[in-house]
Nanobody, 123 residues
Framework: QVQLAEFGGGSVQTGGSLTLSCAAS????????MGWFRQAPGKEREFVAA????????YYADSVEGRFTISRDNAKNTVYLQMNSLKPEDAAVYSC????????????????WGQGTLITVSA
């Protein structure tokens, strides 16, 4: 089965930028939508962003709209999350995920999860 692995986590100052990537171990057997979720200490996991197979449609959480951009490169089996203007409340473990539909991924209907990568934001 497909395995997902996140890269690019680290520490950044408030207002800074980071880009995360998530690589699949192999090309999926179907055209999966991809997404990013995050979970901060003491908080429930929350949806961040999602993108359909072709990259023509995206969804963003209200809290990151205008600051984060999700994109994908299917030739590399990779999805990205560019994060700008980072805030302390963005600090969390970020996980990538895949599912059969875009709206399903947005709703948490996930087929595969990555292990997660930690983002810290200094205030």
């Amino acid at each position: 089965q497909v395995q997902l692995a996140e890269f690019g986590g680290g520490s950044v100052q408030t207002g800074g930028s980071l880009t995360l990537s998530c690589a699949a171990s192999r090309r999926p057997l179907r055209n999966y939508a991809m997404g990013w979720f995050r979970q901060a200490p003491g908080k429930e996991r929350e949806f961040v962003a999602a993108i359909n197979w072709s990259g023509t449609n995206t969804y963003y959480a209200d809290s990151v709209e205008g600051r984060f951009t999700i994109s994908r490169d299917n030739a590399k089996n990779t999805v990205y999350l560019q994060m700008n203007s980072l805030k302390p409340e963005d600090a969390a473990v970020y996980s990538c995920a895949s599912g059969p539909t875009l709206v399903g991924v947005r709703a948490g209907y996930i087929e595969h999860w990555g292990q997660g990568t930690l983002i810290t934001v200094s205030a």
